[in-house]
């Protein structure tokens, strides 16, 4: 159900009334995989009504109130209705600051995501196990498989519609590969910390270091990615009608990454995620983002990792660096080669395994949404992350962690 401006959600109704009918409905059961070793989770609004989401293993029920709550989340009626309808997310209103844990863990709360979206949206929670992907022709889809640009189109149209991704084979050539990165390199000699449109963080050794620029449309040839005949015929692979989604600046809309050895702080390394987790999916989404590969990406390297099928199922940030988090899938990338992913596609980008080279992964990345998409309360992702003066992004696991403890 959405709510809209004239019918906005009814807290004590909604938990009364309309979540019982979906549980009854198997909403519980549906979210119930997403549950295990959770604990229960409640909200709880600024004046003390609350209601508790109980998981039992093969289902969910709710109650009133959250005494029994192992972790509990205040947040404004605005934001829980927003949440419900795919506004906000959990992890964009802990770095925004605009909700608190008052019990428990707040990684908790973000874990439940999955789990919540089934019994909000009917969403399956994502299960590699429970997927059977199928090529054009009805045969076991190669998750890993990549394409020339002059491949038969269906076929990539199918691969990108049921992975939600697309790996695709020398896109652009070495000359024009050769002013990208240059134009890479005078963008990084710009960066300053604190300017808001670029990313930090520290290695190791506790140097600073440049992760990623937001503003590399400020440079010509960068500037011209998002229009490029190429780019745009691989974009027009999707289902929808997508466009070059609007960007808060002229200089901004292309960003460039640089992907780092033994990062300590930051955003550098990139848990697995989907585009959309910090909020406004149901305004921005279906979003393609693309990536165009500058240097060589390789699990030495620093190499971009997809979740097969991932894209239309509940999913949660998932640490990669984590014995037991998935590998998924990737390809290994050459300069000019190109990744298509919707931003729902779960991915991540783990730490480089090699820390001897003399270059990592340099990739430009730009994106296209629906025709009129829009970020959520007029703010991009960039601006929520940025709470530092000194440019550095934090992890998720801090911003949680003050959450707690405000």
Same mark, same amino acid.
């Not at 506790?206 to 620029?213: I, K, P, Q, S």
């Given at each position: 159900?959405?709510?809209?401006?004239?019918?906005? =959600?009814?807290? $004590?109704?909604?938990?009364?009334?309309?979540?019982?009918?979906?549980?009854?409905?198997?909403?519980?059961?549906?979210?119930?995989?997403?549950?295990?070793?959770?604990?229960?989770?409640?909200?709880?609004?600024?004046?003390?009504?609350?209601?508790?989401?109980?998981?039992?293993?093969?289902?969910?029920?709710?109650?009133?109130?959250?005494?029994?709550?192992?972790?509990?989340?205040?947040?404004?009626?605005?934001?829980?209705?927003?949440?419900?309808?795919?506004?906000?997310?959990?992890?964009?209103?802990?770095?925004?600051?605009?909700?608190?844990?008052?019990?428990?863990?707040? =990684?908790?709360?973000?874990?439940?995501?999955?789990?919540?979206?089934?019994?909000?949206?009917?969403?399956?929670?994502?299960?590699?196990?429970?997927?059977?992907?199928?090529?054009?022709?009805?045969?076991? =889809?190669?998750?890993?498989?990549?394409?020339?640009?002059?491949?038969?189109?269906?076929?990539?149209?199918?691969?990108?519609?049921?992975?939600?991704?697309?790996?695709?084979?020398?896109?652009?050539?070495?000359?024009?590969?050769?002013?990208?990165?240059?134009?890479?390199?005078?963008?990084?000699?710009?960066?300053?910390?604190?300017?808001?449109?670029?990313?930090?963080?520290?290695?190791?050794?506790?140097?600073?270091?440049?992760?990623?620029?937001?503003?590399?449309?400020?440079?010509?040839?960068?500037?011209?990615?998002?229009?490029?005949?190429?780019?745009?015929? =691989?974009?027009?692979?999707?289902?929808?009608?997508?466009?070059?989604?609007?960007?808060?600046?002229?200089?901004?809309?292309?960003?460039?990454?640089?992907?780092?050895?033994?990062?300590?702080?930051?955003?550098?390394?990139?848990?697995?995620?989907?585009?959309?987790?910090m909020g406004g999916h149901a305004l921005m989404c279906p979003s393609l983002i693309v990536s165009v590969f500058l240097t060589p990406a390789t699990p030495a390297s620093g190499e971009l990792r997809m979740l097969p099928g991932s894209w239309q199922r509940g999913c949660g940030p998932i640490d990669a660096r984590h014995p037991q988090a998935p590998r998924g899938v990737s390809f290994a990338a050459a300069p000019g080669d190109v990744s298509l992913h919707y931003g729902d596609t779960m991915h991540a980008a783990p730490p480089?395994?090699?820390?001897?080279?003399?270059?990592?992964?340099?990739?430009?990345?730009?994106?296209?949404?629906?025709?009129?998409?829009?970020? $959520?309360?007029?703010?991009?992702?960039?601006?929520?992350?940025?709470?530092?003066?000194?440019?550095?992004?934090? $992890?998720?696991?801090?911003?949680?962690?003050?959450?707690?403890?405000?």
């Amino acid at each position: 159900m959405t709510a809209t401006a004239s019918d906005p =959600l009814d807290f $004590h109704r909604y938990h009364r009334e309309e979540l019982p009918a979906l549980l009854r409905a198997g909403r519980g059961a549906l979210a119930a995989r997403g549950t295990r070793a959770l604990g229960s989770l409640a909200f709880r609004l600024p004046g003390g009504d609350a209601y508790t989401y109980l998981p039992n293993g093969a289902d969910v029920g709710v109650v009133a109130g959250d005494a029994s709550a192992d972790t509990v989340i205040e947040l404004t009626l605005e934001l829980w209705q927003n949440l419900v309808n795919e506004l906000d997310a959990a992890a964009g209103l802990l770095y925004g600051g605009r909700a608190k844990c008052l019990r428990g863990s707040a =990684l908790r709360w973000v874990a439940w995501e999955p789990a919540l979206r089934a019994l909000w949206s009917g969403r399956p929670v994502y299960d590699a196990n429970q997927l059977e992907l199928q090529d054009l022709r009805g045969a076991k =889809l190669d998750p890993a498989a990549s394409f020339a640009f002059s491949g038969e189109r269906e076929d990539m149209a199918h691969f990108l519609r049921t992975a939600g991704y697309l790996f695709v084979r020398g896109v652009f050539g070495p000359d024009e590969i050769a002013v990208f990165r240059a134009e890479a390199e005078v963008l990084a000699g710009e960066a300053r910390k604190g300017d808001k449109l670029s990313w930090w963080g520290k290695n190791a050794a506790g140097e600073e270091v440049l992760t990623r620029v937001t503003r590399a449309a400020a440079k010509p040839g960068l500037r011209s990615l998002p229009r490029d005949p190429r780019l745009s015929a =691989l974009k027009d692979l999707a289902d929808e009608k997508l466009e070059h989604r609007a960007p808060p600046s002229a200089e901004e809309g292309v960003s460039v990454i640089w992907k780092r050895p033994n990062m300590s702080e930051g955003l550098g390394d990139l848990p697995w995620h989907r585009d959309c987790g910090m909020g406004g999916h149901a305004l921005m989404c279906p979003s393609l983002i693309v990536s165009v590969f500058l240097t060589p990406a390789t699990p030495a390297s620093g190499e971009l990792r997809m979740l097969p099928g991932s894209w239309q199922r509940g999913c949660g940030p998932i640490d990669a660096r984590h014995p037991q988090a998935p590998r998924g899938v990737s390809f290994a990338a050459a300069p000019g080669d190109v990744s298509l992913h919707y931003g729902d596609t779960m991915h991540a980008a783990p730490p480089p395994e090699r820390d001897d080279l003399d270059t990592y992964r340099i990739s430009a990345v730009t994106g296209y949404t629906r025709p009129g998409a829009r970020s $959520h309360r007029g703010r991009y992702y960039n601006e929520v992350l940025h709470r530092r003066e000194d440019g550095q992004i934090e $992890h998720l696991a801090k911003v949680a962690a003050d959450a707690e403890s405000d």
